[in-house]
């Protein structure tokens, strides 16, 4: 007997206490509602005021905040996004900051409830510039079409040549050349050092391989430096293609300003 009158006590503590936190979440959302009504945020006094509509607070609250959720709905603003392709066609594959903040990455023509006041709405997508716009808005004003025309940016031509084949074979030529010429270039000077040696009696086999691989290594070095020259001249001379380079662009337009880069790989 006494563990159940135990059991309904604590559970009757712990009732009180969830209501007594739910009286304290409705009654903060009650005064927030006034609060941020007055400073002209409609929307954030809308979310507080909901708060407390809910069944799970007193009465007396509930009555005032389901009052101002009426009221709050006719005074909080709406836009309409209307980007547009030059053409004059609706794009929707459009990503729109608000004040900095992601607001969509999709236009759907639905009003969107934003809060009154002075907002910059930037306008971005694929292939074109960016567009910024400043819109005011006021309490009560519904459905505000915002409209832009999202522009192609300008692009300037860059002449280009791409690097020809004849420049890296003999390119791969000259190195081969250089290389080969400086293996036999150390070869006869190892053996120039070993005739030092032997001077004036060195065997006349030993003079005539020595002068063989300096004539080798000067062979080798003017093929190299031939096929270094060849190369440099098809890189110079070699075709021009026209290709573009993305640049800045910036300008005004109808009810704000305009920039990005635009350009073609």
Same mark, same amino acid.
């Given at each position: /007997? ?5 059991? #309904?006590? %604590? ?25 941020? *009504? ?21 009465? %007396?609250?509930?009555?005032?905040c389901?009052k ?22 609706l ?10 903040t992601? #607001? ?16 910059t709405? #930037? ?13 005011? %808005?006021r ?9 832009v025309? /999202? ?10 040549g *791409? @690097? ?8 791969? @030529? ?34 005539d ?11 080798a ?10 190369? @440099?001249?098809?890189? %110079? ?7 573009? *380079? ?14 990005g ?5």
């Amino acid at each position: /007997m006494k563990t159940s009158i135990a059991s #309904l006590t %604590l559970a009757l503590v712990l009732a009180t206490a969830a209501t007594a936190r739910a009286d304290t979440a409705c009654i903060t959302a009650y005064e927030q509602t006034q609060t941020l *009504r007055k400073d002209g945020r409609p929307g954030a006094a809308k979310a507080q005021a909901s708060i407390c509509a809910r069944d799970a607070c007193p009465a %007396l609250l509930t009555k005032d905040c389901n009052k101002w959720l009426a009221e709050l709905e006719l005074i909080i603003p709406s836009v309409v996004l209307d980007p547009r392709a030059p053409n004059g066609g609706l794009r929707s594959d459009v990503r729109v900051k608000l004040d900095g903040t992601p #607001l969509t990455d999709r236009i759907d023509a639905k009003p969107i409830a934003i809060e009154p006041g002075s907002h910059t709405f #930037l306008f971005e997508a694929q292939g074109a510039v960016a567009v910024a716009v400043a819109v005011v %808005l006021r309490e009560g004003e519904k459905s505000k079409k915002v409209t832009v025309s /999202m522009a192609a940016a300008p692009v300037v031509p860059v002449v280009e040549g *791409r @690097v020809p084949l004849g420049f890296w074979v003999f390119g791969g @030529v000259a190195v081969a050349a250089l290389a080969t010429s400086a293996v036999f270039a150390i070869d006869g000077l190892g053996k120039k050092s070993d005739l030092d040696q032997c001077k004036p009696r060195c065997a006349p086999e030993d003079v005539d391989a020595m002068s063989t691989r300096f004539t080798f290594a000067d062979v080798a070095l003017g093929a190299g430096l031939v096929a270094g020259a060849a190369a @440099v001249y098809v890189l %110079l001379t070699r075709p021009a293609v026209e290709v573009t *380079r993305p640049v800045p662009f910036a300008g005004a337009v109808s009810g704000g300003a305009a920039f990005g880069l635009q350009g073609r790989f």
